[in-house]
Structure formats: structure tokens, C-alpha cells
T-cell receptor, first 115, second 111 residues
Framework: NAGVMQNPRHLVRRRGQEARLRCSPM?????VYWYRQLPEEGLKFMVY????????ESGMPKERFSAEFPKEGPSILRIQQVVRGDSAAYFC?????????????FGPGTRLTVT | GQQLNQSPQSMFIQEGEDVSMNCTSS?????WLWYKQDPGEGPVLLIA?????ELTSNGRLTAQFGITRKDSFLNISASIPSDVGIYFC???????????FGQGTELSVKP
């Protein structure tokens, strides 16, 4: 039973380029969450998606960041025109459908470095 | 914004000792979760708590959901070297999916 998968594990981009981070949730999970972690800090919520719907994007920066979870395929977090401050670890988590559980299971993360 | 205050920030203990860490908030949470993160990896869920007053164990780990719903603690008994890592509390508050994380407690265990 594979866990949450994220790729790439490490991504280096120059300032101004685009970064695409992918997340495949655990089998049977239909809820996906993206978090960002700066060094020596806790995780900060960015966005919560279900298939083809953005449920809560209150943690997403208003510009340059977007997320999607299409009917088929992985969830994508897209950062356009990256800047040095975007350097961080980005984690995806998933949870099963239905109410009553808020247990989120995390992937190994993508470490983005902007040079 | 909502914040969780986690303490202590770091702990250095001897193998075999018991460990206690806690998380407090000015807001009520409906769910408390505890995670462990190893370097270069994602957080791993240790324990989930759903009811005020609930006490739940997972092996040598025990966690409690505070009666006021504004705090939680995690105990680790008889620590071993593989307990080393950063422990995070996380709270869930409302209908949305967002988890609010504490700043983490870094645990070091001396053999």
C-alpha cells in the first residue's frame, strides 16, 4: 500500500523560472493538502483540494502560486517566476473521503532551491 | 492568525528517560494530532485525538487531548536512540481541512 508520493524530491530553479511540484495521494484518498516548511519552522498550510475543486486556498500567496487536482493524474502545485524566498520544503498530504477523520498523511516533500 | 505554542523547543535526554512535551493554543481545537519528522523526510502521524480528555497510547507514546480543548501533551516513555527527531503538534479547528502546526520540539537522545 504505497504512501503519498511526491516528485521531484529536489528541484533547483533559477529566479524567474517556473516550478511544478507533483503529488499522488494514497490509494483511496480523495483529499489533498499542500504545506510549506521553511528551515527550523513548522508546516504552514497553503491549499486544500478535492478532485477538480479547490476547497480552501486561504494559505496560498495571491500571485504566482496555483494548485490543481484534476480528475485524472496527480495534484500539481505550480509556482511561476520563482524568487529566492520561495526556497522551502513543500509537502503534500492526503486524507480519505468522508467526515469524521482529520488524519492527514504526508509525502516525503519536494525541496525547492531557487538560485 | 491561529497559533500553536509548542514547548520545549529542544530536549537533550539520556536513553531510557521519559520525555514530555506540550502544545497550547488560545483557540479551541476539535482534533489534535502529533507527528514526528526525521531529517529530509515528511512528518509521520503518531497519534490522533478527537475528544476532550481523551488519552491515547501508541506503544511507548501517550498523548492527551486537554479538557479545555486548547492544549495537548505527548509523552514518550523509556526513550531510545531512534526517537531522535522533531515532534510536531497539529490542530484542526473547523469544517475546512487546514491543520495548524506548532513550531516543533527537537529531541536528542544520548545513548
Amino acid at each position: 500500500n504505497a504512501g503519498v508520493m511526491q516528485n521531484p524530491r529536489h528541484l533547483v530553479r533559477r529566479r524567474g523560472q517556473e516550478a511544478r511540484l507533483r503529488c499522488s495521494p494514497m490509494k483511496g484518498h480523495s483529499h489533498v493538502y499542500w504545506y510549506r516548511q521553511l528551515p527550523e519552522e513548522g508546516l504552514k498550510f497553503m491549499v486544500y483540494l478535492q478532485k477538480e475543486n479547490i476547497i480552501d486556498e486561504s494559505g496560498m500567496p495571491k500571485e504566482r502560486f496555483s494548485a490543481e487536482f484534476p480528475k485524472e493524474g496527480p495534484s500539481i502545485l505550480r509556482i511561476q517566476q520563482v524568487v529566492r524566498g520561495d526556497s522551502a520544503a513543500y509537502f503534500c498530504a492526503s486524507s480519505p473521503p468522508g467526515m469524521g477523520t482529520h488524519e492527514q498523511y504526508f509525502g516525503p516533500g519536494t525541496r525547492l532551491t531557487v538560485t | 492568525g491561529q497559533q500553536l505554542n509548542q514547548s520545549p523547543q529542544s530536549m537533550f535526554i539520556q536513553e531510557g528517560e521519559d520525555v514530555s512535551m506540550n502544545c497550547t493554543s488560545s483557540s479551541i481545537f476539535n482534533t489534535w494530532l502529533w507527528y514526528k519528522q526525521d531529517p529530509g523526510e515528511g512528518p509521520v502521524l503518531l497519534i490522533a485525538l478527537y475528544k476532550a480528555g481523551e488519552l491515547t497510547s501508541n506503544g511507548r507514546l501517550t498523548a492527551q487531548f486537554g479538557i479545555t480543548r486548547k492544549d495537548s501533551f505527548l509523552n514518550i516513555s523509556a526513550s531510545i536512540p531512534s526517537d531522535v527527531g522533531i515532534y510536531f503538534c497539529a490542530g484542526h479547528r473547523d469544517q475546512g481541512g487546514k491543520l495548524i502546526f506548532g513550531q516543533g520540539t527537537e529531541l536528542s537522545v544520548k545513548p
